[in-house]
């Protein structure tokens, strides 16, 4: 076999199992499933032992982008594969994934990173409601896009295919919140090719209350405008990546809805204002409406004045995050960790943590 499963996992005994069980449901063979244990102080390292797959264990924390190459050079991972699919330990694979994922890696043997889709649990709350959409938007329409111009900039760790043989040149930061937007510019400044695959689909676990939502939206935002940071200087010899990397911090800051909201306040009539308003009332809408045919997810219509300020406070997150990292320079940022729970659950009831999903 010419790929192989790498699961890096901290505290994740309430849902690794599930995991692992949908990969077999898939036909992976645990002889080329590895795991890494950050230094869990639960059962995880010891379900993995029971599973029979590869299994090594941290000497201390070494946060999610350290533990993986960890792996990588214990198992000596680039020499014994051509092909590692990076997951995480909260991740179900969807139905036909390894026959869709070996059809694609022999059509495009010249690709060095493949994107997968994600796709959130159906879970009965708010969060799992509005990641839906979120995914559903970012997936479906975004991605494609940028797929064909080649500026993807996010391949999400939960589903990422990386060729070892651009693997093996990336350097693994665990200073940096979203390890994989890393990962993905150094394989655009590597002149390697990425490719996303809308029919590689996961099923992700998210967060089940405010708390934890606002936590993993500040990892996912303060990791944003870290890689922002550490590669504002190859703006003086950009790639198109960079290109479109400066549109979304200007579209993150200027351009956002909070923000022409806020000048239309100042320039425009009340009735300029309201009709702006009910415009993007609607845009929002139809995306539910999207959302919930190609899910399947009939609660997301009812939601939707509660999902629709929800995704104000996601934009208060992103320019919160801005003033502490790139105004602020504030260099040690939390992991922010949310609580897992388990698959027919809708509260958390282990106090565990996980890495969080990006």
């Not at 050079?73 to 997951?87: E, G, S, T």
């Not at 111009?149 to 990336?170: D, K, M």
């Not at 990292?325 to 388990?342: A, C, E, L, Q, T």
Request: proline share 2%; with cysteine; glycine share 4%.
């Amino acid at each position: 076999m010419k790929e192989c499963i790498l699961i890096p996992a901290h505290n994740e005994e309430v849902v690794l199992q599930t995991t692992l069980n949908s990969l077999y449901e898939e036909g992976f063979n645990p002889a080329h499933i590895y795991c890494v244990d950050d230094f869990s102080t639960d059962d995880t390292y010891n379900i993995c032992v029971a599973n029979k797959v590869n299994i090594c264990k941290t000497p201390t924390n070494l946060g999610k982008a350290c533990a993986q190459e960890y792996a990588i050079k214990h198992f000596k991972l680039c020499d014994k594969y051509k092909h590692v699919i990076m997951m995480d330990a909260d991740t179900k694979v969807d139905k036909n994934f390894r026959d869709t994922v070996l059809i694609n890696l022999m059509i495009y043997s010249n690709v060095d990173l493949f994107v997968g889709q994600v796709i959130s649990s159906n879970a009965n709350h708010i969060y799992s409601a509005y990641r839906a959409i979120e995914y559903t938007f970012s997936h479906e329409i975004i991605k494609r896009g940028q797929d064909n111009f080649g500026v993807i900039y996010v391949a999400p760790g939960c589903v990422s295919i990386y060729s070892t043989a651009i693997l093996r040149y990336l350097s693994f930061d665990s200073s940096i919140l979203t390890e994989d937007m890393d990962f993905t510019i150094q394989v655009h400044r590597l002149g390697g090719k990425i490719k996303y695959l809308h029919d590689v689909k996961v099923i992700t676990q998210d967060p089940c209350n405010l708390k934890d939502y606002h936590q993993q939206m500040l990892r996912w935002s303060r990791g944003f405008w870290q890689v922002v940071s550490k590669y504002c200087h190859v703006l003086m010899r950009p790639k198109k990546v960079d290109l479109y990397l400066l549109y979304v911090v200007l579209y993150s800051l200027v351009f956002n809805r909070v923000t022409i909201l806020a000048i239309s306040l100042f320039v425009l009539s009340s009735i300029a204002i309201l009709l702006a308003l009910f415009i993007d009332i609607c845009i929002f809408a139809l995306i539910g409406l999207y959302t919930s045919y190609k899910t399947k997810r009939n609660d997301l219509m009812y939601r939707l004045p509660v999902l629709y300020f929800l995704s104000f406070f996601n934009t208060y997150v992103y320019i919160r995050s801005f003033f502490e990292i790139i105004i602020f320079g504030k260099k040690k940022v939390d992991w922010n960790k949310v609580s897992r729970y388990g698959e027919d659950d809708e509260e958390v009831h282990v106090s565990s943590t996980g890495y969080v999903n990006t």
